[in-house]
């Protein structure tokens, strides 16, 4: 897919979405900011293309200021989590707000989900290609690891499981789309995500 072409259908995407969902944004940012009086949203630095640090939108689904208190790999039992937090976490819908970041140009609908400094400085040669696409809301790594806070649950020390057992392969399926991707594969994965989300439940 051509920048130009990409870019027409993120602001197709991102447009229609947030309309569509404007009222589910409303109703959930009223119950967030109610439920402890804290932020909306959380703003996660992170990544971004070439290497340039970007935030990424989310609703706030943990205790204000949760960072403080544990691991930045969040398992599905972490207490830090909130009511809404939960609810919001299982269907995915703490990402749309993510729809502003692709609106704005820092992210895509389809890309490599943007990392953590402290990861992707962790980046070898030939993985650092994949900071030479834009990070996306979904990729190949994103169908493949879904559930990736119950996969977290129980672990000792949920960062280190993330870097030996989760972060090898997504990292495979982040190159992958970075060395190979095209308005057809886009589109797949897009299809394929819907599906993940909806489908299986």
Do not use: C
């Amino acid at each position: 897919m051509g920048k130009t072409s990409k870019r027409i259908f993120d602001l197709i995407i991102s447009i229609s979405g947030l309309l569509l969902i404007s009222p589910f944004i409303i109703i959930t940012a009223v119950i967030i900011k109610f439920q402890d009086h804290g932020p909306i949203f959380y703003k996660a630095p992170r990544t971004g293309l070439k290497g340039a640090p970007i935030l990424m939108y989310k609703f706030r689904t943990m205790i204000p200021d949760a960072d403080k208190y544990g691991p930045s790999s969040s398992p599905k039992s972490d207490m830090r989590v909130t009511p809404i937090g939960r609810y919001l976490r299982r269907y995915k819908f703490d990402e749309l707000p993510q729809l502003f970041n692709v609106l704005t140009g820092s992210m895509s609908i389809i890309g490599p989900r943007p990392e953590e400094k402290k990861f992707t400085d962790m980046f070898s040669e030939k993985e650092k290609k994949i900071l030479s696409v834009k990070p996306g809301i979904t990729d190949w790594a994103s169908i493949w690891n879904s559930n990736e806070s119950e996969l977290l649950d129980g672990a000792d020390d949920p960062d280190g499981y993330y870097l030996k057992y989760i972060r090898p392969e997504k990292l495979r399926l982040q190159l992958l789309y970075a060395e190979n991707h095209n308005f057809f594969i886009d589109l797949k994965i897009f299809f394929l995500t819907l599906r993940k989300i909806f489908i299986k439940r």
